[in-house]
């Protein structure tokens, strides 16, 4: 009777606090230069080592500018950070991989991509999109930076357990649909708080369908949705995806840990605190008109109108459409945009430059339309040149960064100025997200793509 969550959190618990919280083993620590620094500094004061040095992995990534990686950063707050995590890491004695090391990257893009995440694992990371590992089968969450401490100094940390909750997705995508219209469209349903308390995990004929990049996608963005964390049951899909990368177990110990990740699924009769159910059919491409990320709609629908919005919430909605310039009940299909950002932890793989790629071949990009095309990480980057996607974006008028957070989030370079529309792959919307004042639509690789060659809001399976 237990759920795929239930089995992983229970194998992993130390002891229970009687009325308090659960002392839970974790198996993977990654560290960024954001929300480590205190953390190193508080092992200092009081006078620790890591106790498990080879169980962290740490990498720069939002701090990290895109281009000219291999000169001195300019920006002297993130020169100060990714130096710091570099000095940390080498006297912690710590896995680093820097800036422009060949596995450098998007600390949640690189984890699945070198099999450093792995089913039935418990994974922690100062970072609210650590649920993205959950797609791997494992239970994966964001901390604070006093747990990340607490998980340098003993592998462990202090948890209440979580409600869990189902969310099945039932039936098969539409033609220009994609896992990240599936999310913002669950969003749309059930709000940024819809889940808040509870583990997800997301399963159904639709979710079972989703290749290992797209669940990645829809588990990034549990932490949307107010979850804790999302999951998906691993299947032959992630035992293909894993097979054969870096740190993925090999020979007999392959076949041993495939025996065991295949016991990691919900029981038949496993009950959990709250279930959804939804019709793939129902969900078209997505575009959010709002400053956050339930604030979505299909890319053919109307904003809502006032009359459809609680009245305790009619005031935060008209600010937030004032911010963005919209009106409610107006359309935002062909409405002029301004930047184009292709990349992050939640659309930043191989599979997301693909679908952008196979949109814009043999078109050109809009000339009022500036746009950022950044991968995941270096190993994405060799796989685009690979493919030879990199000459068939040139053709079209776009250019290819180098790895990193990019215009995710305004902590680099790459900041959309005040008052300029960005379509966005990334995860979040909120006011200033992609620099002070700018103004952000979330929306799929496909979405992007058909607005940075039309430069409007565009329908992408008219170009389809």
């Not at 159910?277 to 299909?298: K, L, Q």
């Not at 930047?339 to 191989?350: E, K």
């Not at 060799?382 to 008028?397: C, N, P, R, S």
Request: net charge negative; charged share 25%; proline share 5%.
């Amino acid at each position: 009777m237990n759920t795929l969550f239930d089995k992983i959190w229970d194998s992993h618990v130390v002891s229970i606090v009687p009325d308090g919280p659960t002392q839970l083993y974790i198996d993977r620590l990654y560290a960024h230069e954001v929300t480590s620094p205190q953390a190193f500094d508080g092992l200092r004061a009081r006078n620790l080592k890591c106790f498990r040095p080879e169980k962290i992995y740490c990498m720069p990534d939002h701090n990290t500018p895109t281009h000219d990686q291999d000169k001195p950063i300019e920006d002297p707050v993130s020169k100060t950070q990714v130096d710091a995590l570099a000095r940390n890491a080498k006297e912690f004695g710590l896995n680093h991989f820097g800036m422009f090391d060949k596995n450098n990257g998007i600390i949640h893009v690189v984890g699945p991509e070198k099999a450093l995440t792995l089913p039935g694992m418990t994974i922690v990371c100062g970072d609210s999109h650590t649920s993205t590992h959950g797609a791997m089968g494992a239970v994966a969450f964001g901390i604070g930076t006093s747990e990340v401490e607490m998980v340098m100094a003993s592998e462990c940390i202090l948890q209440q357990k979580p409600k869990s909750m189902r969310i099945r997705v039932e039936g098969t995508l539409a033609k220009g649909v994609t896992a990240k219209d599936v999310a913002l469209y669950l969003m749309s349903k059930i709000s940024t708080s819809g889940a808040t308390g509870y583990f997800v995990e997301y399963a159904g004929s639709a979710v079972k369908n989703l290749t290992m990049e797209g669940r990645l996608t829809l588990c990034n963005l549990s932490i949307e949705m107010g979850a804790r964390g999302g999951m998906i049951a691993p299947d032959e899909t992630t035992f293909e995806y894993l097979k054969g990368r870096e740190y993925a177990p090999k020979g007999e110990a392959w076949d041993k840990a495939v025996a065991y990740w295949k016991t990691l699924k919900s029981d038949d009769d496993a009950v959990f605190d709250k279930e959804l159910v939804y019709d793939a059919a129902d969900i078209r491409p997505m575009i959010t008109y709002g400053t956050n990320p339930g604030m979505g709609i299909s890319i053919d629908d109307n904003i809502p109108t006032l009359d459809t919005v609680d009245a305790a919430g009619q005031a935060s909605y008209l600010k937030s459409l004032d911010y963005m310039g919209f009106k409610p009940g107006e359309k935002l299909l062909g409405k002029k945009i301004d930047y184009v950002f292709l990349g992050a932890c939640t659309n930043g793989r191989i599979e997301d430059f693909r679908a952008f790629a196979s949109l814009v071949k043999g078109k050109k990009k809009a000339d009022n339309v500036v746009a950022w095309l950044v991968p995941g990480s270096w190993l994405v980057l060799d796989q685009i040149k690979k493919e030879g996607l990199d000459k068939e974006l040139e053709a079209a008028g776009f250019a290819i960064r180098q790895p990193g957070c990019s215009a995710c989030l305004a902590m680099n370079d790459d900041k959309v100025p005040a008052g300029k529309y960005s379509v966005s792959t990334s995860n979040r919307n909120f006011e200033g997200r992609q620099g002070p004042g700018a103004r952000t639509l979330l929306c799929s690789p496909l979405v992007a793509a058909a607005a940075a060659v039309t430069g409007v809001i565009t329908d992408p399976r008219e170009l389809l």
